[in-house]
């Protein structure tokens, strides 16, 4: 009677396991910048203005059997805006745009994910930018995934939005043309399992 238990106690207890390692943790590769954050806006309808946030964190949760489970947050140094262009780069930290003295972080936070197959899906969260919170959607594609040379195991994936610029409290965005209103963000997330 004593073994039937001990057997029965060591096999729910395998089963629990076997369910917890089917939810993977990854934290952002930051320290080899494997890892990317980037945006793209139209200059007065001219051409494209392309830059990137250079410091941020960020971690995310991959469930493959129960995708419903995915999760990610990050936080960006909204500081680090890179335009390639410093006296540009002092403007868009002011008042008249990100407000770094004010609002020095920008965040994300996932609320749901709804796998759409064949490794894509929409991520929906709540990003907060200048105090203001809103809901926004990625669409997201796995990239890849497997061992890398130092003995760890990495996935990567994309995803890409469009923000208004007005829903964030950026008046003077006007200023570069109607079309500057919308802001496509692109993230390239290459993650380290933990």
Do not use: C
Not at 29 to 52: E, M, P, T
Not at 53 to 64: A, I, L, Q, R
Not at 107 to 129: R, V
């Amino acid at each position: 009677m004593k073994l039937k238990y001990l057997l029965t106690s060591l096999i729910l207890a395998l089963g629990i396991t076997t369910s917890a390692q089917a939810t993977e943790n990854y934290a952002f590769d930051i320290k080899g910048q494997h890892a990317f954050i980037q945006f793209k806006v139209k200059h007065l309808g001219y051409s494209w203005l392309i830059g990137n946030f250079n410091t941020f964190t960020g971690s995310y949760t991959y469930d493959e059997k129960n995708p419903a489970n995915n999760s990610v947050t990050t936080e960006i140094d909204v500081a680090s805006i890179d335009s390639n262009h410093a006296e540009r780069d002092k403007h868009l930290r002011s008042a008249d745009f990100f407000d770094v003295a004010k609002f020095p972080k920008a965040s994300f936070t996932s609320t749901s994910f709804e796998d759409k197959g064949n490794g894509k899906g929409l991520l929906k969260g709540k990003f907060t930018l200048r105090g203001v919170s809103k809901e926004i959607t990625f669409i997201v594609t796995q990239i890849g995934a497997g061992k890398d040379p130092w003995g760890g195991f990495r996935r990567g994936f994309e995803g890409s939005t469009t923000l208004h610029l007005s829903d964030y409290n950026m008046k003077k965005a006007g200023m570069l043309g109607p079309v500057a209103e919308n802001v496509e963000l692109f993230f390239s997330i290459e993650g380290v399992r933990q």
